[in-house]
């Protein structure tokens, strides 16, 4: 939910983690291939996580591998994707983290983009801290104690306050309204990317410093660094729809794909086989954790997934 440059082929296999904060909007500059009628070539949209970019290698793997497209990667922030999604600039979003307003604009409305189904993995955003910090201070995880904490957190950037580490100021985000409305002493700081934030993640947790940050599940991180979440207010339908008033906690989102309407047309086998691209969780942790720890190529952690999970796309192929 968070929230990219024009990949070819080619530059896809040394696609590594990226970053999200900065990265330019290319809706303006449209694959040569998407969208394109009487070929066999699929233009798919990569976002900036390291998530996003496993369903991406393995789908591109597949596609080119087992049913011979052409595939060309656009990378493009999250709202702008829906809006080259929209104009047949890319063919398919594979990881969406929930945008109401774009989804009634262009599904509902306009119709230029069409459901394809879940992803099989659910999202979850929250605010956590490294769990050794938790066996020092218990009850450090429920929000109401994090102002007796606030000097725990405090770094250059964030002055007297606690910091809040954000990652991409792109990606989708409350943290500043929940600050100001839950009343809390803290100061929130963008690390500026997804690979940023885990660089200061992995320095503080070298280091056993505390740290307070917005992160998100599904992600290979927590593999290596064991964080628990901090309770938030519940989350309740409808108590995040003022942006300026949100005072409880993120939802749980089970994260959807879209194609645009005419792929999912005249898109073949191709547009069939991105509908049924299914898999957990756990499927997509292995192939980030190979891409982002590893320093894997995409193609090549897609590949090595494909050789020995053939049960689970085999039946996205039928």
Known sequence: MRVRTAYSVAAMTSLALLSGCGAADMTKQASPFANAQGSKTVTLSVQS???????????????????????????????????????????AILEDWGHPDQEKRYVDDKKTITR????????????????????QHPDI??????????SLFR?????????????????????????????????VVFAGSEAAQITQMKQFAK??????TYWYAPQWLFKKVPMTEVELPAYKEGCDADAAKVACAYPHTPLEKYLNTDFTKKGGKAAAFLKKFKWTTEDQNEVSLMIADQKMSPADAAKKWVDSHPSTWKAWLS
């Open 207 to 212: 280091e056993k410093k505390p740290f307070l």
């Open 141 to 150: 995880t429920n929000w109401k104690n994090l102002n007796k904490y606030s």
């Open 116 to 135: 394809a189904g879940g992803l099989g993995v659910t999202g979850h955003i929250g605010w956590y801290v490294p769990t050794y910090l938790v066996k």
């Open 49 to 91: 996580w390291v998530g996003a970019q496993a369903n991406v290698a393995v789908a591109q793997y597949l596609l080119e591998h087992k049913l011979g497209y052409r595939v060309d990667t656009v990378q493009v922030d999250e709202v702008p994707a829906w809006d080259a999604l929209s104009q047949g600039r890319v063919d």
């Open 155 to 187: 770094t250059a950037e964030s002055g007297s306050k606690g910091q809040l580490m954000d990652g991409s100021p792109s990606y989708v985000t409350n943290d500043k309204a929940l600050v100001t409305n839950l009343k809390l002493n803290y100061q």
